[in-house]
Nanobody, 124 residues
């Protein structure tokens, strides 16, 4: 069982930056595939970014086109924590952001475990 807890959401002006954190429980964090999704009011949950284990200490990051070049998804295995560094934020980035993880498969379509979500609001 994996538990995920997000933090770091808040209110920021357009053009600003914010860093979300996802703290995970469990001994297999370093080999877990993890990602971020978001859901804006009245819209479906959508993929934002993933960071997948490729073996050893190699990880592969993938991003939605809408955030490519603005967001990064680093992870700190020593702290069992994944991050979403969001730069040059836009009002369109306003949403509840969810952390997801899977031990057995990729999370591009969503993982087996989900956090409770953290609200990000970008004002104009």
């Amino acid at each position: 069982q994996v538990q995920l807890v997000e933090s770091g959401g808040g209110l920021v002006q357009a053009g600003g930056s914010l860093r979300l954190s996802c703290a995970a429980s469990g001994r297999t964090f370093s080999s877990a595939n993890m990602g971020w999704f978001r859901q804006a009011p009245g819209k479906e949950r959508e993929f934002v970014a993933t960071i997948s284990w490729s073996g050893g200490s190699v990880y592969y990051a993938d991003y939605a086109d809408s955030v490519k070049g603005r967001f990064t998804i680093p992870r700190d295995n020593a702290k069992n924590t994944m991050y979403l560094q969001m730069n040059r934020l836009k009002t369109a980035d306003t949403a509840v952001y969810y952390c997801t993880a899977s031990i057995r498969s990729g999370v591009r379509a969503g993982g087996d475990y989900w956090g409770q979500g953290t609200q990000v609001t970008v004002s104009s």
